[in-house]
């Protein structure tokens, strides 16, 4: 008797550890907040490791640091053999996390797959669950081109990209140039500034367009996002008429670990506070990043080291 009042005094005492709500763990659960609730709710949850952890957009709430710690013990469990079915909204904990991916509407399973892939396939469906797919075919050109598209035909394509929009614009065209002045250069290292530019076509008047850049791991996990509102530079808005073409580029160093890394390029119209893709490529370049530094993880933060 004494050995069980033992064990679950320690249990409780792991419990509180783990749920870090100080005086409040022993004050009616009515009194909590909602992240007090889902501290203590994980905690109780995972005391033992279960066969199968259902978490259901319960992360969401907490801070970064709780989310942290709830994920490190997941990794653990699935380590040891535990079963996790993640329900959120989250795209980019979905191929960090899973093996496979399922999107749910209305109660059914309307796709089932590879993380990355259903990933892409969710982010299409929040705008419009009928935008045709693309299937293009042509011949390279040198340079960037203005009036047909060329896109499928420059080094680094991927032909598996993920195509959708509305068609009120479409991406022509795109090209990689470090700072030698290199088109598509064969070898891209970390200390590389590149330019990646793409042009686009629009086939509307439209007020307000945003083009943006993504840049994803080859798992599909999302490394860095932006577009011309919250990059460095100038925040004008671009308007645009139909028939117009421009060009837009993005100045960056991928200070990434060695490995392969996915790009994708979109353009959108922001109209009130939504942005509403006209015609998304994602991963649709693939490069091979090469870093001069022997690191561990995925970026490189250029550490400095001295004795003193």
């Given amino acids: 008797m004494g050995h069980a009042l033992n064990k679950t005094k320690q249990k409780l005492s792991e419990i509180e550890d783990f749920a870090e709500i100080g005086k409040f763990f022993d004050m009616p659960v009515r ?120 896109f499928h035909t420059r080094p680094y394509y991927r032909k598996d990209e993920h195509r959708w929009g509305n068609h009120k614009a479409k991406i022509l065209d795109y090209t990689i140039i470090n700072e030698k002045n290199v088109l598509f250069p064969t070898n891209i290292t970390s200390s590389n500034v590149l330019t990646i530019s793409f042009s686009v076509l629009f086939n509307s008047c439209i007020e307000n367009v945003v083009p943006g850049l993504l840049v994803k791991s080859i798992d599909g996990n999302f490394l860095y996002g932006t577009n011309n509102l919250s990059a460095f530079g100038n925040k004008d808005i671009i308007s645009v008429q139909k028939g117009d073409c421009h060009t837009f580029s993005f100045e960056l160093r991928l200070k990434l670990n060695s490995g392969s890394y996915l790009i994708s390029l979109g353009i959108s119209s922001k109209e009130s506070n939504d942005f509403v893709p006209m015609d998304r490529r994602y991963d649709s370049i693939m490069i091979e990043n090469h870093c001069n530094n022997k690191v561990w993880g995925i970026i490189d933060l250029e550490a400095k080291f001295r004795i003193t």
Avoid: W
């Fill in 31 to 150: 009194t909590y907040s909602s992240g007090m609730h889902l501290r203590l709710a994980f905690a109780v949850a995972t005391c033992h490791q279960p066969d199968i952890l259902i978490v259901d957009e319960a992360l969401s709430v907490g801070d970064s640091y709780f989310q942290a710690k709830c994920f490190e013990r997941i990794s653990q469990f699935k380590k040891n053999g535990m079963s996790l079915i993640l329900v959120t909204h989250s795209v980019e904990d979905v191929p960090k996390y899973c093996d496979r991916a399922l999107i749910l509407k209305s109660g059914r399973i309307c796709a089932d797959g590879n993380p990355k892939e259903i990933t892409n396939l969710y982010l299409e469906t929040l705008h419009q669950p009928n935008y045709q797919k693309y299937n293009l075919e042509g011949e390279g050109k040198t340079k960037l081109s203005l009036n047909e598209e060329t």
